[in-house]
């Protein structure tokens, strides 16, 4: 009887977890909508921006802008690490961490320098012999545009005056609710375009293109940051979803088969109790 118990206190238990994973499921689904809805209410001006700076590119030279200018050797690369604050999410952040972990090794004779945006990454690397530059561990999947202009000026000038050579983001770029996949990009130097003349937009200038690109150059760094960083939250949320409606099936399937168990215990216990009772009757005889 004592092990029916266990099996009925077992069952009890693994209900639960199935109530708390079903309720995180659809938190998650209700957070990725409005996620995916900012992901892309954002792709529009994304697209526009990137159009007016290859446009205005085209007609200035790199030394216009710090941001344009190459390093004639590159020493060292600013990494900008998008992860999530929190886990229960599958793969999401073990995937990009091995991401990471691929790049540093591509890049073995440069110092790689970090910037983490949510803590998963941070707890990994910070035990780790690396030179953290900085981190935004608070956000809580609730990014704002200004956080991203916060981040664009400290990594900004951290290039401009030497601190890095280069600077890669690596975040997960949502392709669906249950595929994410780790992307690198490189954001500065920042790389235009190459356009072909008969497709350049010749606008009227307001003041000069020199002084537009000094303008819009910032405001490019701080949107490409925010974009990756609203991409990796929906990814977050999808791929929390998807976890926790694997949890939640998963949670099923034990509970049949801890019934199932129960239900075999209970029977052998009726048989035992009736055959006690036949022996106990044969012995009066």
């Known amino acids: ?51 007016v700076v ?13 941001f344009l200018q190459k390093k004639g050797t590159v ?9 999530s604050d929190r886990g229960l999410c599958g793969g999401f952040n073990s995937n990009l961490i091995k991401k990471v972990i691929a790049f540093i090794k591509e890049n073995s004779s ?11 990454a941070y707890d990994f690397f910070k035990k780790r012999d690396y030179e953290i530059l900085q981190k935004y561990t608070s956000f ?9 202009i916060e981040m664009g000026k400290v990594i900004g000038d951290d290039f401009v005056n030497g601190v890095v050579d280069e600077v890669y983001t690596i975040y997960n770029e949502f392709k669906s609710v249950a595929y994410q996949v780790p992307k690198v990009e490189k954001i500065l130097p920042l790389s235009l375009e190459q356009t072909d003349s008969e497709n350049v937009i010749d606008y009227l200038y307001e003041p000069s293109p020199e002084s537009l690109i000094k303008e819009i150059l910032p405001r490019y760094l701080n949107f490409s940051l925010f974009s990756a960083i609203l991409e990796s939250i929906a990814g977050e949320h999808g791929a929390r979803m998807a976890a926790m409606d694997n949890a939640t099936r998963n949670a099923g399937e034990l509970i049949k088969k801890l019934e199932i168990t129960y239900n075999k215990a209970r029977q052998a ?14 012995a009066l005889k």
């Not at 957070?31 to 526009?48: D, G, H, S």
């Open 1 to 51: 009887m004592a092990g029916m118990r266990d099996i009925k206190r077992k069952i009890k238990s693994v209900k639960n977890t199935q109530k708390i994973t079903k309720a995180m499921k659809m938190v998650s689904a209700a957070k990725m909508r409005k996620a995916q809805e900012a992901m892309i209410a954002t792709k529009p001006y994304a697209l526009n921006i990137r159009n």
């Open 75 to 83: 020493n060292s690369i600013g990494l900008v690490v998008v992860t």
């Open 140 to 148: 809580g999947g609730r990014v704002r545009y200004d956080d991203a």
């Open 110 to 120: 440069k110092t790689i320098k970090f910037y983490f945006v949510g803590r998963k």
């Open 54 to 66: 290859n446009n205005i590119g085209a007609r200035v030279s790199e030394e216009v802008h710090p």
């Open 269 to 282: 216990a009726i048989t035992k109790e009736i055959l006690d009772i036949v022996n106990g009757a044969e």
